[in-house]
């Protein structure tokens, strides 16, 4: 298995603020990806972090809201911008292998409240 | 459309029986995987299975067997002699290739396994 590290773990931020989330992955893994777990519900990916690109990102989700960086292939960041309470989750970070595998290990994500 | 679905919200048990979790699929594409993850209260997702496509022999790693079916579409797993540290949310996830050539997954609502002791 790979080795994901984010931070932070958790944090607690005032609406209107905005947080950058760090990803380091280990060099087993090629694609970074970012997911959003509100509250009792399921994964979402929110983007692939492409290295030294900008983001593919998912319906419903846009640059301006979460801008995502890559500047090389083992660290990525994203930051929630202008927060309110509905980006109350966790957010994780993944590193995925390529084919034949396509598995995709997952860091232990951050707790973001936001009031 | 590629679609994952775990009925199973909530399932409660008492520790040492056995528990079963499914997990039905839908994809138009002839080659794909299937995965399980675990997600304890901590909140790390847990790589616990990958399968292809191609291999339809189950599986079984100590207590965890998988039993996966084209035929019907489903990849259930399930849990022998459940202990209490099993409890968790289970995830079952499907990855779908995009148009250009990279992945991505699609995950199941989870189910959220209690044990009781």
């Known amino acids: ?115 | 459309a590629q679609k994952v679905t775990q009925a199973q919200t909530e399932i409660s048990v008492v520790e040492k029986e056995d528990v079963t979790l499914d997990c039905v699929y839908e994809t138009r594409d002839t080659t794909y995987y299937l995965f399980w993850y675990k997600q304890p209260p901590s909140g790390e997702l847990v790589f616990l299975i990958r399968r292809n496509s191609f291999d339809e022999q189950n599986e079984i790693s100590g207590r965890y067997s998988w039993n996966f079916q084209k035929s019907t579409s489903s990849f259930n797993f399930t849990i022998t002699a459940s202990q209490v540290v099993d409890s968790a949310v289970y995830f079952c996830a499907l990855s779908e290739y995009s148009t250009s050539g990279t992945y991505k997954y699609i995950f199941g609502t989870g189910t959220r396994l209690k044990v009781l002791a």
């Open chain 1, 1 to 115: 298995s790979a080795v994901i590290s984010q931070k932070p773990s958790r944090d607690i931020c005032q609406r209107g603020t905005s947080l950058t989330i760090q990803c380091q992955v280990d060099s087993q893994v090629t694609m970074m990806f970012w997911y959003r777990q509100q509250p009792g519900q399921s994964l979402t990916l929110i983007a692939t972090a492409n290295q030294g690109s900008e983001a593919t990102y998912e319906s419903g989700f846009v640059i301006d809201k979460f801008p995502i960086s890559r500047p090389n292939l083992t660290f990525s960041t994203l930051t929630v911008s202008n927060m309110s309470p509905e980006d109350s989750s966790i957010y994780l970070c993944s590193g995925g292998r390529q084919r034949p595998y396509n598995e995709q290990f997952f860091g232990p994500g951050t707790r973001l409240t936001v009031l």
